[in-house]
């Protein structure tokens, strides 16, 4: 089975504060995804990654950036925390051999408020 | 840019009610693919359309891809209380990035 591994379930930083979430994969999967989750808004994507090194802005990276040193992971960072970044995060990844696009495969998600 | 409507936001039924959640895409999409998220969960891959007007079952889920491929559906024939969560559609063009719809959330009543 597919595995994604979110480092932290539940987190607590205050604001001001430079963030790390860290997600990595087993599966050596090209494509790796940023979502916050949101009431009423769904999954919206905050950075993704193609492949290692690679690295393309979603919908949202405003006080976001991320880094792929290596293929299985993918970390987010933030900055310089504010309380409107207290969300769900959840990290992704996904096969892409070619035109095939696989399933995306999630993480268990980390809730992260900013106090 | 690229933009998946979803509706209705919630739904609440009795159980043993059908169930339909609609997504409609505002770009025509390689393909769509449908999440559900337990309470307290994770979304969890449900299935992947790939063909214009392409039908698909699950035992008691039906999806559908539309024609044009902008929309699509999912119906829950004869709803269950392990039916509950919030279902995505996420769309792809063929580029990188996939879309998700803001989820339809649904309730059943016992």
């Known amino acids: 089975d597919v595995k994604v591994t979110q480092s932290s379930r539940y987190l607590v930083k205050r604001t001001g504060e430079k963030v790390f979430l860290e997600c990595v994969q087993d599966m050596d999967h090209e494509n790796m995804f940023w979502y916050r989750q949101d009431p009423g808004l769904g999954l919206r994507l905050i950075y993704f990654s193609y492949d290692v090194k690679m690295k393309e802005k979603g919908d949202i990276p405003e006080g976001y950036s991320v880094s792929r040193e290596k293929k299985e992971r993918f970390s987010l960072i933030l900055e310089s925390a504010s309380t409107n970044q207290t969300s769900m995060y959840l990290c992704a990844s996904r096969v892409m051999k070619g035109g095939f696009r696989g399933q995306a495969f999630f993480g268990q998600g980390t809730r992260l408020t900013v106090v | 840019g690229q933009q998946v409507m979803q509706i209705p936001q919630y739904q609440h039924v009795q159980e043993g009610e059908d169930f339909t959640t609609y997504c409609n895409s505002s770009t025509t999409l390689s393909n769509i693919q449908w999440y559900k998220q337990r309470p307290g969960g994770h979304p969890v891959f449900l299935i992947q359309?790939?063909?214009?007007?392409e039908v698909k079952k699950q035992k008691r889920l039906t999806f559908q891809f539309g024609e044009a491929k902008k929309n699509s559906s999912l119906h829950i024939t004869a709803t269950q209380t392990t039916d509950v969560g919030t279902y995505f559609c996420a769309g792809n063009t063929g580029g990188f990035k996939t879309i998700f719809g803001a989820g339809t959330r649904l309730f059943v009543k016992a």
């Open positions: 359309l790939v063909k214009s007007g």
